[in-house]
């Protein structure tokens, strides 16, 4: 029975973590309609990016973190402009292909400039406590904090600013944001730059609990897309919700099946829901 | 003549000089990069089946290219089957595996497709590194047999050692029949109707179409081309990891069929060869390669959606245009 709430625990981190992947690529396929691929590679920069700022500098781990997301918001502004631009009136699947070749500049860039070693982003939270026999790390416990505050503080964002309400017209209705006099194409660099920023911090939180290394990228933006799917295209809550369950559901399957069948096992729970609810758990018919 | 009897006589008149190849290259790994380019037309055309003529971005391709591979290798190094039978059952065995995988992830459309059979090709992969007990893992299978060979009319037809010109001929004939069976399938009363799903599936489910049945035909067959492929390569690489069956290869496909032209019977022709080619030129800037890929895609997107064939096709016809006007 502790068994089940320990790795209920340890899914919940490792959820909040795909809770923030699957934020950032939920705004942009809400607002913009791009199935932006190339995310997880962004995160794993974020990540690189906050561990080469932590041993050149010697910051601590947040202010690192936060100066990533400022470089992580520079590159989305990049990729808006150059490469998702120039193809918005295209149809989708032109942007999606943009979105691969994206993926592999990025990983390929991340190779060139961080090298293709493993890193483990060193973080001072490394007590553990134990509450009802449950063993509760200090790191784990953060890295969910922190994404309760990321959340909070983009729902906040999207819910109660001027931005955000322009933010959610366009989501709503693109022609008639326009003729309100909604600034459209800064709408979307406003998305892209959000958007990249949280991918940021998941990357950097994934090397504090995990490690970064190539390739571990897509995996993730796969892992993000089965979250939106889950819980429904375009859906912050559903991204939410979503997260957590995949998070919980994985670290159930390695607990109990095969840690090594854990990802198929996530694969399986996102092709049933298509079958029986192809709209995701929250998403709208 | 007739417009597509002049297709089919260029066509034949390009497959007829193909076969004098071997005489023609001399250096063995230009010929081993050939093979290999045969064998990725065979793949992209399944590609171009459901990505090109209906629409669907599928993204395991090279997950079917796997499961082709790996059991055309398990049943003649475990079962000891015959290479020739194993080729001719990989179609079908892939096929049968694309029914379960397709008939739940054509219920979804667009991106949703995309991700779903990207999501199937990890599961294939992971499966294949995983089960180590039969497919080796990733150390692999090693000694896989070419098929066997045979003699025709007293010459000796054997398929052994690195380059092999019979086994350049075998490719080809599979590479010209694949081409000649997708020209087939988009010229007949079934390719007007992916076509039109493409354009618009709603409109065709209005006219009366089980557009769904046309769909999971095209997936299909798609599959058995990737899993012929997929055996292909295996018994002429002659070993065997998950390594090239993942999604990168996948992406690798979906690249092969937008350079050349997606819709066209001769863009994947063209893509295969400069997916293949490609990446051997660009092994001088060795490090900088993957980005290098990555920024092709990108351009030849923005710059070149519809693909190198129908733009020289286009231009040709331009300056065609030109010198008959002059006169």
Same mark, same amino acid.
């Given at each position: 029975?502790?068994?089940?709430? &320990? ?39 974020? $990540? ?39 193809? &918005? ?28 070693? &493993? ?8 007590? +553990? ?21 990321? +959340? ?19 989501? &709503? ?16 660099? +406003? ?30 933006? +796969? ?10 295209? $375009? *859906? ?22 095969? *840690? ?26 | ?20 190849? @071997?005489?023609?290259?001399?250096? @063995? ?9 045969? !064998? ?64 739940? %992830? ?56 690195? %380059? ?26 079934? =390719? ?28 299909? !067959? ?82 070149? @959606?519809? =693909? ?20």
């Amino acid at each position: 029975m502790i068994e089940i709430f &320990q790795q209920a625990l340890n899914g919940l981190a490792i959820g909040a973590v795909y809770v923030l992947i699957a934020l950032g690529l939920t705004v942009v396929f809400g607002i913009l309609g791009i199935a932006h691929f190339a995310h997880g590679s962004v995160a794993m920069f974020g $990540g690189y990016l906050t561990f080469f700022v932590m041993e050149k500098f010697g910051v601590p781990f947040f202010l690192a973190m936060g100066l990533a997301m400022l470089g992580g918001a520079a590159l989305g502004f990049v990729i808006e402009r150059l490469a998702y631009r120039p193809v &918005q009136d295209a149809p989708h699947i032109n942007a999606f292909i943009i979105a691969l070749g994206l993926t592999m500049m990025i990983e390929g860039i991340n190779l060139l400039v961080f090298g293709a070693d &493993q890193v483990v982003i060193q973080t001072p939270y490394r007590g +553990v406590f134990y509450v009802a026999g449950i063993a509760v790390a200090e790191l784990r416990l953060i890295v969910i904090l922190t994404a309760c505050v990321l +959340v909070g503080v983009i729902t906040m964002l999207i819910a109660k600013t001027k931005t955000g309400k322009s933010i959610r017209a366009v989501a &709503q209705n693109r022609q008639a944001a326009v003729l309100m006099g909604v600034n459209v194409s800064m709408v979307s660099l +406003v998305v892209f730059a959000i958007s990249s920023a949280l991918g940021v911090a998941a990357g950097a939180l994934i090397g504090a609990l995990l490690a970064i290394a190539p390739g571990v990228g897509e995996g993730l933006a +796969v892992k993000g897309f089965a979250v939106l799917i889950l819980g429904g295209l $375009g *859906s912050i809550p559903g991204a939410i919700v979503g997260g957590l369950i995949l998070g919980v559901s994985e670290a159930m399957a390695a607990g109990f099946i095969s *840690s090594s069948y854990k990802d198929v096992i996530a694969f399986l729970v996102m092709i049933v829901v298509l079958l029986f609810r192809p709209e995701g758990l929250l998403g709208k018919r | 003549m007739s417009h597509p009897a002049k297709k089919l006589f260029i066509g034949f008149a390009i497959v007829a000089s193909a076969c004098f190849m @071997p005489n023609l290259v001399t250096v @063995p790994y230009f010929m081993h990069l050939i093979i290999l380019a045969l !064998i990725w037309v065979i793949l992209s055309q399944g590609q171009n089946l459901i990505q090109g003529f209906v629409g669907y971005v599928s993204i395991t391709q090279a997950g079917f290219m796997g499961i082709g591979a790996y059991f055309s290798t398990l049943l003649t190094l475990k079962l000891g089957f015959s290479v020739w039978l194993t080729l001719a059952m990989t179609p079908l065995i892939t096929g049968l595996f694309s029914v379960i995988v397709g008939y739940p %992830s054509l219920r979804v459309k667009g991106h949703y497709f995309a991700i779903v059979t990207l999501a199937y090709n990890m599961v294939i992969f992971t499966i294949l590194l995983t089960y180590s007990s039969l497919t080796g893992g990733e150390a692999g299978i090693s000694n896989i047999a070419r098929p066997s060979g045979f003699s025709l009319f007293g010459y000796v037809v054997d398929f052994e050692g690195r %380059s092999n010109a019979n086994y350049y001929l075998l490719v080809l004939f599979l590479a010209a029949m694949t081409t000649g069976l997708c020209g087939l399938i988009l010229h007949s009363r079934v =390719g007007r109707v992916l076509l039109a799903i493409r354009q618009n599936e709603v409109l065709a489910d209005a006219m009366g179409i089980k557009s769904w049945r046309y769909k999971l035909f095209t997936f299909v !067959i798609s599959a058995s081309l990737a899993g012929l492929a997929g055996a292909l390569y295996a018994h002429y690489i002659g070993f065997l990891n998950p390594e090239p069956f993942g999604v990168d290869q996948s992406l690798n496909a979906i690249l092969a069929v937008i350079l050349g032209g997606s819709g066209t019977l001769t863009g994947p022709v063209v893509g295969a060869f400069a997916v293949t080619f490609l990446p051997e030129y660009l092994r001088i800037a060795d490090s900088y390669r993957l980005v290098t890929y990555g920024f092709i895609l990108v351009i030849a997107t923005i710059f070149l @959606p519809r =693909g190198l064939v129908p733009v020289t096709r286009d231009l040709f016809l331009y300056i065609k245009s030109l010198v008959l006007n002059q006169k």
